[in-house]
């Protein structure tokens, strides 16, 4: 019998041919799945964070930080750092701060998408009045703060702040008829109400600048005007924060127009931030965008970049840029 030199290949059965097929079928669905959620990843994270990132892993390895608490862990990610979510809801300043300690918290990022969280955000704005708490890095549309815990419970150091501060108070109250006894106590209760702002006490800091008022008013004279202007601007800013912000607005007047001219840079900017954050919570956004924009060229003159980093956060939340 010849050899024709024909290999004969046995041939597959259909249901082998159509297995394999599902099976090719299912890799490439899987791998497309792979690809679609890769692109919805990126998608999703603010481009900002690649810029952040540097700059952030640069104080983490100053500091000797570990852990970053922000809303999403992207940027603890490419900082190469522990992510620590945000709690789902802001509580009260000492909460916060807490919460942070408890969680080994060393840095704290403060952006936009932070400011989202449910609670009283407004208190993100304070975190560095606290004992242990540094300004760390300053960002565009990112501020991180450095939350040393060997100062222990921030609760701790703050209420023990109060109690003297309460106790100044007291004793300036006990010579009211002594030689500059006015001032001592308009200073003593501004201090006092530039503490409970600290702690985001709103309504007991406005009725300390109140108890200010009333003693500039009773004894004309006590302060010069700046800082009669600089009262008003802090009691707006406590009604900003307790929903009330038309008498905030009162206050300061249309286009600050309850105020004297200011030449400080930063107090202008000051001024012109908090009407800017009054007349965006009114929903008047063309006069709120004009303000913080103020306010930003205003901190930008006198070199606070925290300053300019809070007015540009509202910004882009109404325009998407500076």
Partial sequence: MVNSGVVSVPLLSPSLIIAALVVVALGANQIHNIIIGEKYYIAGRPLEVLQWAPEVRSLALETGSTTLMARKPHLAHYAGLEPVAYPQRVPGYLDFLDFAFNHQVDLIAVGSMERKVRGKTFILDFLDKAEGVSLGAVLDGLNVYYFDRSHGLAAASLDST???????????????????AAYERFSAGFD???AYMTMAQWQD???????????????????EMGDH??????MAFCYLNLDKPTLGLVLLGENLAELSPQSDAYLTGLRHFVLGRLYYELQR???????????YDAYQEANHQKGMAEAQIYLREMTGSK
Avoid: M, W
């Avoid at 009333?214 to 006590?222: A, D, H, L, S």
């Avoid at 202007?229 to 802090?234: E, G, N, P, Q, T």
């Fill in 205 to 223: 800091a406005l009725n300390q600048f109140e108890y200010c008022a009333n003693i500039i008013n009773n004894n004309p004279g006590t302060v």
């Fill in 229 to 234: 202007d600089y009262l008003k601007v802090s």
């Fill in 285 to 295: 956004r063309d006069p709120a965008r004009r303000h913080l924009r103020l306010a």
């Fill in 162 to 180: 109060l109690r003297d501060l309460q106790g100044k108070l007291a004793l300036a109250e006990g010579r009211p008829h002594e030689p500059g």
């Fill in 192 to 194: 006092l109400a530039s």
